[in-house]
């Protein structure tokens, strides 16, 4: 019965065909995400002491700033299914595949007398830079976000190196794709699927668009999953909801 609560808004959502249309979207609705962003930036630098103990409501604040005006102009019943949409479909399995990371590197140590000196530091930044590109950029953090923190316990200031490891480290470390395929499982009547052709490589921050049409007006589920050889597994699959018209 719960379950069937909790789907209930996106479920209603798709019979009456309500959609949200990112395309129609200002650029006055990133607002609240860029708000976010600048909070986790200057926060910590301005005023640490109320970041520690606020938050979380810091965070719950630009979230209802977003939920509020989209529920008020495009209607109670998108917002809760997007909002739903993003929990279950990214924002749940995101914090999954952290617990099995966290889990799966919390027996495992790094001792050593590392100074937290800039060499040592920058020399720890090139190696989890390299090592995103063999355990992919999740992993590589989990693995030396730790020993970085423990060198540098002893410097008065620290925020940098950690922003300087998030960019280099978690964001930009990768290796390049090299040729891939993909399969799509289009939500048809009959069940499609589509396997592409070979594609180029894609190296570290590129993004590629494919518009796959079909004629049949039925809502379902596009599922893409990525054939290639890469070390973050983790982002090969995606799915979204589709409305059939």
Request: charged letters at 10%; glycine letters at 12%; proline letters at 5%.
């Amino acid at each position: 019965m719960a379950g069937l609560i909790v789907f209930a808004p996106t479920a209603h959502a798709a019979e009456s065909g309500a959609t949200l249309d990112g395309a129609g979207l200002s650029l006055i609705w990133a607002l609240p995400f860029a708000g976010l962003l600048l909070s986790i930036a200057l926060f910590p630098l301005l005023a640490p002491r109320f970041w520690h103990h606020h938050d979380g409501k810091i965070a719950g604040f630009w979230a209802v700033a977003t939920l509020l005006p989209l529920g008020f102009t495009q209607g109670t019943e998108i917002a809760l299914s997007e909002l739903l949409h993003v929990a279950i479909l990214e924002y749940i399995p995101f914090i999954l595949l952290l617990v099995a990371l966290f889990t799966s590197t919390g027996g495992i140590r790094l001792e050593g007398r590392i100074g937290g000196t800039p060499t040592a530091n920058t020399a720890m930044l090139a190696l989890g830079a390299l090592l995103a590109s063999f355990i992919g950029t999740t992993g590589a953090a989990m693995l030396l976000i730790r020993p970085l923190i423990e060198s540098n316990e002893g410097r008065k200031y620290q925020t940098h190196i950690v922003v300087f490891f998030i960019f280099l480290v978690a964001n930009i470390g990768g290796s390049p794709s090299g040729s891939y395929t993909f399969t799509a499982y289009l939500p048809t009547t009959q069940g499609y699927v589509y396997q592409s052709q070979l594609q180029y490589p894609l190296s570290p921050g590129d993004h590629v668009v494919n518009v796959l049409r079909y004629s049949q007006g039925v809502s379902g589920t596009v599922t893409i999953t990525l054939q290639a050889n890469d070390a973050n597994q983790a982002n090969n699959t995606a799915s979204q909801y589709v409305y059939g018209g």
